[in-house]
């Protein structure tokens, strides 16, 4: 069982999540991650941003207004 630990500061805006690197592996290749389609969505990712087809989020919110 992986141990995750999230930390919020008050008044913060921000979220500290850690988790061991071999827990996080193991979470990873179970979810599937490390499967080939997901690998080659990373290539392609990797290619849209070299060529800027991207759009900086400032907050989840802006998927909405697509």
Request: glycine letters at 4%.
């Amino acid at each position: 069982m992986a141990t995750i630990t999230v930390e919020r500061k008050p008044n913060s805006q921000r979220v500290t999540v850690e988790i061991d690197a071999e827990k996080l592996e193991r979470l990873a290749a179970t979810l599937g991650l490390f499967n080939e389609e997901f690998l080659k969505s990373l290539s392609r990712s990797e290619r849209d941003v070299a060529l800027g087809r991207t759009k900086r989020l400032r907050s989840l919110r802006d998927l909405r207004d697509r």
